[in-house]
């Protein structure tokens, strides 16, 4: 069934599903892809195009709410009728959890990145919230900032092994960053941030700490959990044997990982595959993931880690790989 399949999303998840079936309808609401992983690059004064492409779409709508009974997408445009659904509608960064959110700034959209950037310029005392992918990278651009990285865990960079935590931790320590490892953030105000122990003096306080997914996904009135859909291995949701999703929007039962862009790419790619006649399992793909500490990069793997020039020409081909995508969607829609 390669017709009348809706992918709901037009990030790389949503996007390496449409590569798959061409025949497929590709909705969002809007005609540019924000590729989140290069959104440090642009606070670190590159580019925003790096980060910010222009991409075609099929539909140009902002979804509102699904009838999943009746088959029926409902956007600002009015009602779509679906055989087989595909939701890839991206991550949400949860900050209204945190005491005081009005006082973070976040790092979803190529808006925050362009405000951050000057934030930065200007603050003196920054101080980052959580200690993962997001927030080491941001801490290893302000060597001339007094910068506090606040983790909730034993370590930064927790989903990774132990030895990446600590060449990480000696690294950013290196250049200045303050890291502060089993401490919770139990208010952010104005000018400082308030810990169980201590309060933390600063003019900026930036959000690295968990996502969950589209916040629409809540309202659906299909099993989720953190605003992901629960899927099974195939990528189909539990609730509605037409429905699969993919990338930010799923949540396998019983596992967690890491959503990278190589999560992203697979299982979109599966997803379509599924939704089209196959059965293909969708494994707990454990590649690594490449993160850069102003711009020397490192290859962090379950076990593993590994520096120097060959990660550089890995991160090369896999920014490469994104641009010839983008360049077939093109072709593909306006064709």
Do not use: W
């Amino acid at each position: 069934m390669a017709g009348n399949v809706f992918i709901l999303g037009a990030g790389l998840s949503g996007i390496y599903s449409k590569m798959q079936n061409p025949q497929s309808i590709l909705i969002d609401k809007s005609k540019y892809l924000t590729i989140s992983t290069r959104l440090v690059n642009v606070v670190n004064s590159t580019d925003k195009s790096y980060a910010y492409k222009q991409r075609p779409v099929d539909r140009n709508e902002t979804v509102m709410d699904i009838d999943f009974a009746n088959r029926l997408i409902v956007t600002d445009r009015g009602n779509i009728s679906y055989g087989k659904l595909i939701i890839a509608l991206g991550h949400n960064q949860a900050i209204k959890t945190i005491e005081g959110s009005q006082f973070l700034h976040k790092l979803e959209t190529i808006e925050d990145a362009l405000s951050l950037k000057e934030l930065i310029r200007k603050a003196e005392n920054i101080t980052i919230v959580g200690g993962s992918y997001l927030g080491v990278e941001l801490a290893s651009i302000m060597p001339v900032k007094n910068v506090t990285v606040i983790e909730s865990g034993s370590r930064i960079l927790k989903s990774g092994p132990e030895s990446a935590s600590v060449y990480i931790s000696e690294y950013l320590k290196n250049t200045g960053v303050n890291i502060v490892t089993g401490a919770t953030v139990q208010e952010v105000k104005s000018s400082s941030v308030l810990l169980s122990d201590r309060e933390i003096k600063s003019d900026l306080t930036v959000y690295a700490g968990g996502i969950s997914g589209n916040p629409l996904i809540e309202n659906l009135g299909i099993k989720s959990e953190n605003s992901r859909i629960i899927v099974n291995k195939y990528l189909q949701s539990v609730d509605y044997d037409d429905v699969y999703a993919c990338g930010d929007s799923m949540k396998i039962e019983g596992k967690n990982f890491p959503m990278t862009a190589f999560i992203a790419r697979k299982s979109g790619t599966i997803a379509m595959r599924n939704a089209t006649g196959s059965r293909v399992e969708f494994n707990d793909y454990r590649s690594g993931n490449i993160l850069s500490l102003n711009g020397k990069y490192i290859m962090v793997k379950e076990n593993s880690f590994s520096k120097g020039p060959f990660t550089g020409i890995i991160k090369k081909y896999v920014n490469g790989k994104t641009e010839k995508t983008l360049e077939k969607l093109n072709q593909i829609i306006r064709t």
